[in-house]
């Protein structure tokens, strides 16, 4: 069976109301998982290069995201943990299975203890080694993202879970991915470690609707992972990244054709469909660096060495390979 996670992210806005909505429209259109975010903003840590940017020569050295400007931002996003306990119930009540993404060793038994079975690792996490030991044996099912990861990371971090039930998705931290650089060729690369692999879908909806989706699932994608909304795209940070509910419907149904159906379906509907095969064995863009730069180190798990009262050590720690 294929795997469609509706990932709601941030689109809720901080309304669990809405987050509730979504959940109920995801699993209408027959997805599988709901997934949100743990993201709590005493976890963001402040880095000085971030705050104005960092330029040289022309050159962009490190992306502009003041510390204060995200921490308020990402305040107005939590979903406490009692509500998050509501999602969860929520969820199984719809048929879905519950799905968070945790972003620090400090949340891996509270997300176990409220009752998340399914959890996700993001891109910039694939190579925090640490963070994936301890999520070992707290969790049934581990999906771990490889974008802006380096080959003897996925290589390692695949170590660590060869005794696990995990997923591979196989991404490119470019928000919006163009059709071009989304180097789905990378998937066959990532079937040597697992056998379940998948795609996480960052295209532009209004330019490039569900072909990169739908293209991943006729080169043999087990599980898609695609934002999704019940707002306007210009309503939330990751709208134009996200789906609708009819959208979703769209691809589930795509999803249980049999290959040949959608490979002769894509054929007819996108004819230029294979130009999101790309490389199975590339370099990482410039931007994508830039991305890796900024977002592994952007959470942190509580520690006394603070400078007046902001954590100034990141959470992600370098495991010799």
Same mark, same amino acid.
Do not use: C
């Given at each position: 069976m294929i795997k469609i996670i509706a990932e709601f992210c941030q689109n809720h806005n901080g309304d669990f109301d809405l987050l509730k909505k979504m959940v109920e429209a995801a699993a209408a259109a027959g997805a599988t998982h709901g997934k949100m975010q743990t993201i709590y903003a005493d976890t963001v840590t402040y880095r000085p290069q971030f705050e104005d940017g960092l330029t040289q020569n022309g050159v962009i050295k490190a992306i502009k995201r003041p510390y204060k400007e995200e921490v308020d931002r990402l305040s107005g996003l939590e979903i406490s943990e009692e509500k998050t306990i509501r999602f969860i119930n929520i969820c199984k009540e719809n048929g879905l299975i519950p799905m968070t993404t945790c972003f620090t060793r400090s949340h891996v038994n509270l997300l176990s203890e409220l009752g998340f079975r399914s959890i996700k690792v993001a891109s910039y996490d694939c190579a925090s080694f640490p963070l994936l030991r301890e999520l070992k044996g707290k969790f049934d099912e581990i999906v771990v993202s490889t974008g802006a990861t380096y080959d003897d990371e996925i290589i390692h971090a695949a170590d660590i879970l060869s005794d696990t039930d995990y997923s591979f998705l196989h991404c490119v931290t470019l928000y919006p991915t163009p059709l071009k650089e989304m180097h789905m060729a990378r998937m066959d690369w990532l079937k040597q470690f697992t056998a379940s692999v998948g795609y996480s879908d960052h295209s532009l909806v209004s330019e490039t609707k569900l072909i990169a989706s739908k293209a991943?699932?006729?080169?043999?994608?087990?599980?898609?992972?695609?934002?999704?909304?019940?707002?306007?795209?210009?309503?939330?940070?990751?709208?134009?990244?996200?789906?609708?509910?009819?959208?979703? !419907?769209?691809?589930?149904?795509?999803?249980?054709?049999?290959?040949?159906? !959608?490979?002769?379906?894509?054929?007819?509907?996108?004819?230029?469909?294979?130009?999101?095969?790309?490389? !199975?064995?590339?370099?990482?863009?410039?931007?994508?660096?830039?991305?890796?730069?900024?977002?592994?180190?952007?959470?942190?798990?509580?520690? !006394?060495?603070?400078?007046?009262?902001?954590?100034?050590?990141?959470?992600?720690?370098?495991?010799p390979l």
């Open positions: 991943a699932l006729a080169l043999g994608a087990g599980l898609i992972e695609r934002h999704f909304t019940l707002l306007k795209s210009d309503e939330s940070r990751d709208g134009p990244v996200s789906i609708n509910q009819e959208q979703l !419907k769209e691809l589930v149904d795509f999803s249980q054709l049999d290959i040949n159906e !959608k490979v002769d379906k894509l054929d007819g509907e996108y004819p230029n469909w294979r130009v999101v095969l790309g490389e !199975k064995n590339r370099r990482l863009s410039d931007d994508e660096l830039l991305n890796r730069d900024y977002y592994r180190g952007r959470f942190a798990s509580p520690r !006394k060495d603070t400078i007046d009262g902001v954590r100034m050590i990141n959470n992600w720690e370098e495991t």
